[in-house]
């Protein structure tokens, strides 16, 4: 006696009506909605563009302390460099008084463009 093999079982996949109906039903809530219903998911949503916008304002703010809070430190540490002149200045002054502006403005100016980075990034996950 052989043993013959079973015809393979053909699978069927078997849905309801009602469940396409119902996903038609209850339409998908909107980000836009989660946020100004400050509900959880808005609040995880702004809490994200809160740590990204504190994160770019403290990375600022440490290239400022080590650039300009360093220069003191610089001159304290190597005598020599605080008598080197600059265009008849003394260098700490020069660096300290001229050339901090130029900086100043140097970190606005990056960091407005990051902070708007930032905004634009959570508009765009929020309206997806």
Not at 61 to 66: E, G
Request: no cysteine; glycine share 8%; hydrophobic share 50%.
């Amino acid at each position: 006696m052989t043993a013959s093999n079973p015809p393979p079982v053909r699978r069927v996949t078997v849905t309801s009506p009602r469940t396409e109906a119902a996903q038609r039903a209850r339409p998908r809530r909107q980000r836009r909605d989660e946020l100004a219903d400050q509900t959880e998911l808005g609040d995880v949503l702004i809490g994200s563009l809160i740590r990204a916008q504190l994160g770019l304002a403290l990375r600022v703010l440490a290239v400022f302390v080590v650039l300009l809070g360093g220069l003191p430190l610089l001159f304290a540490l190597v005598p020599a460099a605080s008598r080197v002149e600059i265009g008849g200045l003394p260098a700490a002054w020069f660096l300290l008084g001229l050339a901090a502006f130029p900086l100043l403005v140097l970190l606005g100016l990056v960091y407005a463009r990051q902070a708007e980075r930032n905004e634009r990034e959570f508009a765009e996950l929020v309206e997806r």
